[in-house]
């Protein structure tokens, strides 16, 4: 089982980008994905996460509700985040988790809810 993180770099305050969160060894349709960020001296927060089942619900912090869109491709196994507008408070290491099944709506931000985690990846929102 693993999740591979991708897509990060620098980014302009009002561009955008797209994180990839590829899962292999498990169907991710099974499962609840979730992108979290950190920075240096903070705890790891929940940015948005896509809990399976038919159909699959979403969820965002709210500092990024508007602006980011979660969105899976079963087909590839992959889950996207894409960043719209983003503000230097979005700098960070990205991180992608999974745990088996739906999550509860208000576990989805704990940390500890997650059995697998991806590398990070950096995103660094700067002009």
């Known amino acids: 089982v693993q999740l591979q993180a991708s897509g990060g770099g620098l980014v302009q305050p009002g561009g955008s980008l797209r994180l990839s969160c590829v899962a292999s060894?498990?169907?991710?349709?099974?499962?609840?994905i979730a992108w979290f960020r950190q920075v240096p001296g903070k705890e790891r927060e929940g940015v948005s996460c896509?809990?399976?089942?038919?159909?699959?619900?979403?969820y965002y912090a709210d500092s990024v509700k508007g602006r980011f869109t979660i969105s899976s491709d079963n087909a590839k196994n992959t889950v996207y985040l894409q960043m719209n507008s983003p503000i230097p408070e979005d700098t960070a290491v990205y991180y992608c988790?999974?745990?088996?099944?739906?999550?509860?709506?208000?576990?989805?931000?704990?940390?500890?809810?997650?059995?697998?985690w991806g590398q990070g990846t950096l995103v660094t929102v700067s002009s």
């Open positions: 060894g498990f169907p991710m349709d099974y499962f609840t």
């Open positions: 988790a999974a745990v088996e099944g739906p999550i509860h709506r208000s576990d989805w931000v704990l940390f500890g809810a997650y059995d697998e």
């Open positions: 896509v809990s399976s089942g038919t159909p699959s619900t979403s």
